[in-house]
């Protein structure tokens, strides 16, 4: 995040919209202002630049469209939100392609706005950031992505992507939920020829087969019940850019079948269409299934899958890449100190010694949202474990039994871990049970139980117990 607060003009015709919109922001330190229509605002604009403009689509005057397009002619490297309440596929295609950094349907919640101005100052601190790694780089170049850590696996995909990026080839990208597929495919993206268009993503999981049809390849006017006009689909919008199709184990064999045949021709028929049309676009697709075993059963066609099993991308779970755990938190509390006003400097030893015993089912965004929770909660210089909103250790030790080991070493490890969980919760009992025993005086219980006062002190900490509380922290 930036060091100084970002400023932020707010555009709509509603007056109640832009105060509301004002009063959410200035709250969290960013310097706000607002325009009631765009040309007020291209007059600020031209007085005193705003990093972030966020604007609403429809306006009586000069509507957020042509407000969009003389920005970036004019201010190329400021950042545009668009917001309205006539949300389509379509109108998020065409201000996307215009330069739009994002695009928030009306209504939206405070938490909403919040979350697409600190994803914004993100790619703002980035950009700036590369920016200077360019300017101090006198040899080699830079992959633009966000993919943090150092692990053998880690390095093996950004190498993949590094590769793949300058060609046209189509990318499969394997991946559990969480993993970051959709980062690797905007990474492919930033470091193509075609990174200066338009790259729009697509969760195929939310779709029906017909309504992602109609929305990948559009349809004619009265091409079936409710095509009251003509629509342009995704891939006539991102001509010349990169659509990301996301959980692609999702689509039905019927659009399996048009997709191989675009993959094959680059040519695709509308809905309703009797002439073919054809663009330049490159796909990505991500699956967080085993594709092969949909083959094999039939749910998935054999040669559409042969045909995108290009170049495949396998992303490790966070599991699998243990020494990547910390970079990638100090990542996000490096992101979360400055957006929550909050003087953390990093992890102390035990809450560094419980994320990287975790498992992370959720994987990265998992890790976020336990840093961005963390950094909500931590009232000290350091987060600790008591910071940390995992699993309690009754649910660890439930969740660990219900498991059944299917080899001798998968036998070992969840002994192991069982072992390490029941001993935590045994030690923090004993450890409150001498403390309320004695009324809370450190000193007394030390000496009663037979311990030092600094090891004492030492597994207070560890399990997040507070003397000034007197009562128990919950469990991690």
């Known amino acids: 995040m ?6 932020i003009l707010i555009v709509d015709d509603e007056l109640n919209i832009c105060q509301s919109c ?9 310097h706000t202002a607002y325009a009631l229509n765009g040309y007020d605002a291209l007059k600020m604009m031209a007085e005193n630049p705003f990093e972030i403009i966020i604007t609403d689509l429809k306006m009586s005057h000069l509507g957020g469209m042509e407000l969009l397009r003389r920005i970036k002619q004019t201010h190329p490297h400021t950042y545009v939100i668009v917001i309205t309440g006539y949300a389509s596929v379509a109108s998020a295609v065409e201000v996307m392609k215009l330069g739009a950094y994002d695009y928030l349907p ?17 790619a703002i601190q ?35 992507v590094e590769k793949v990026a300058p060609t046209d080839a189509t990318v499969l990208i394997y991946g559990e939920s969480g993993t970051g597929k959709e980062l690797i495919a905007r990474a492919v993206h930033a470091n193509s020829n075609r990174k200066d268009r338009v790259f729009f993503a697509v ?36 001509d010349g850019g990169t659509v990301f199709l996301d959980e692609i184990s999702n689509i039905s064999t019927e659009v399996q079948g048009k997709l191989l045949r675009f993959l094959e021709t680059r040519e695709f028929l509308p809905r309703g269409a009797t002439a073919p049309k054809k663009v330049d ?20 066609r054999e040669d559409f899958y042969y045909r995108i099993f290009v170049y495949p991308i396998i992303l490790p779970p966070l599991r699998d890449r243990k020494m990547d755990i910390l970079p990638i938190a100090y990542h996000f509390i490096k992101q979360f100190r400055t957006s929550l006003g909050k003087s953390v400097k990093g992890l102390d030893d035990f809450a560094t010694n419980r994320l990287l015993a975790y498992d ?3 994987n990265v965004r998992q890790l976020r949202n336990v840093i961005e929770r963390a950094m909500i909660l931590c009232e000290a210089d350091q987060i600790g474990i008591q910071d940390l909103q995992l699993f309690s250790q009754d ?17 070992k490890q969840l002994k192991k871990e069982i072992r390490q969980k029941a001993v935590q919760k045994v030690e923090k009992s004993f450890i409150l049970n001498a403390l309320t025993k004695y009324d809370w005086n450190v000193t007394r219980a030390a000496q009663k139980t037979g311990l030092q006062r600094t090891n004492l002190q030492s597994l207070m900490k560890k399990h997040g117990i507070k003397l000034r509380d007197r009562t128990p922290q919950k469990d991690t």
């Open 203 to 238: 969760d195929c999981g939310t779709l029906s087969g017909q309504l992602l049809e109609s929305e990948l390849f559009g349809h004619t006017k009265g091409a079936f019940t409710g095509a009251h006009q003509h629509k342009d689909g995704i891939f006539t919008s991102s």
């Open 126 to 160: 980035n950009q700036r950031q590369n920016q200077m790694l360019q300017r101090q780089l006198h040899r080699g170049k830079i992959t633009s992505h966000q993919l943090i850590g150092k692990s053998p696996k880690i390095k093996k995909v950004i190498s993949m």
């Open 360 to 362: 992370w089912p959720g």
């Open 106 to 122: 009306k209504p939206f919640t405070p938490h909403e706005l919040r979350a697409v101005v600190q994803q914004t100052e993100i």
């Open 22 to 30: 004002v009063k959410i922001l200035s709250k969290q330190g960013y």
């Open 2 to 7: 930036t060091s100084e607060p970002q400023r």
């Open 395 to 411: 649910d660890d030790l439930d969740s660990l039994a219900d498991q059944i080991p299917t080899t001798n070493e998968e036998f």
């Open 281 to 300: 676009v490159r796909l990505i697709f991500a699956t967080n299934t085993q594709l092969e075993d949909m083959v094999a059963d039939g749910s998935f």
